[in-house]
């Protein structure tokens, strides 16, 4: 069955370390992988693409890798500050059959 | 641009009620997606169009969901009969192609 996971409920890291988020998935093949941030009673703002022939995306203090072997994809946020706490969600745009998101990660950066 | 503009941002009704949810999508955006979203089941794409026409609309739940799209800058979610399980958070979003997507601020439903 089709399935996308994100490596865990809920992350907690000290402010300035590299907050490392993890989407995996099966029995997909996407074309787009998208990251997105979302804050509670808020909808979800886009941060990055990456597609299926790309390794690596920068902007910022984030970046995302996407490899097709592992299906799997990190999103990284250097120096990270408590600004940035906040869901984080990874979606996948399967190749015309649909648009799927993952379950989320929160993230807690303690000053 | 505005954004894409959802309404109304909160609605509370009574089991068995009719709810239309409305979205505006950003101008020049050609896919209109409605999700779903609550704790135990997360963020659902329930349908998706595109220059109006509905591409998939397997995530519908059941028949009493129904989505229109008769223009460009309009979008209708209904619900008729609701019921309590239906109280979730509904997002509408834009794209161009198949690129990122702009969400709306959503919608929060209760449902008595």
């Known amino acids: 069955s089709q399935k996308i996971e994100q490596n865990s409920e809920a992350l907690n890291i000290q402010e300035g370390k590299t907050a490392t988020l993890t989407c995996n998935y099966t029995n997909y093949s996407p074309a787009y992988l998208q990251w997105y941030r979302q804050d509670p009673g808020r909808g979800p703002v886009f941060l990055l693409l990456i597609r299926e022939n790309e390794k690596e995306k920068r902007k910022e203090r984030l970046k995302v890798t996407f490899d097709t072997t592992l299906k799997q994809s990190l999103f990284h946020i250097t120096a990270s500050q408590p600004a940035d706490s906040a869901t984080y969600l990874c979606a996948l745009d399967n190749y015309g059959q649909n648009f799927v998101f993952g379950p989320g990660t929160r993230l807690s950066v303690l000053p | 641009d505005a954004g894409v503009i959802q309404s109304p941002r909160h609605e509370v009704t009574e089991m068995g009620q009719e709810v239309t949810l409305r979205c505006k999508p950003i101008s020049g955006h050609d896919y209109l997606f409605w999700y779903r979203q609550t704790m135990m089941r997360g963020l659902e794409l329930l349908i998706y169009?595109?220059?109006?026409?509905?591409i998939d609309d397997s995530g519908m739940p059941e028949d009493r969901f129904s989505a229109k799209m008769p223009n460009a800058s309009f979008s209708t979610l209904k619900i008729q009969p609701s019921e309590p399980r239906d109280s979730a958070v509904y997002f509408c979003a834009s794209t161009w192609g198949r690129g990122p997507g702009s969400f709306g601020p959503g919608t929060r439903l209760t449902v008595l």
């Open positions: 169009f595109n220059n109006n026409v509905p």
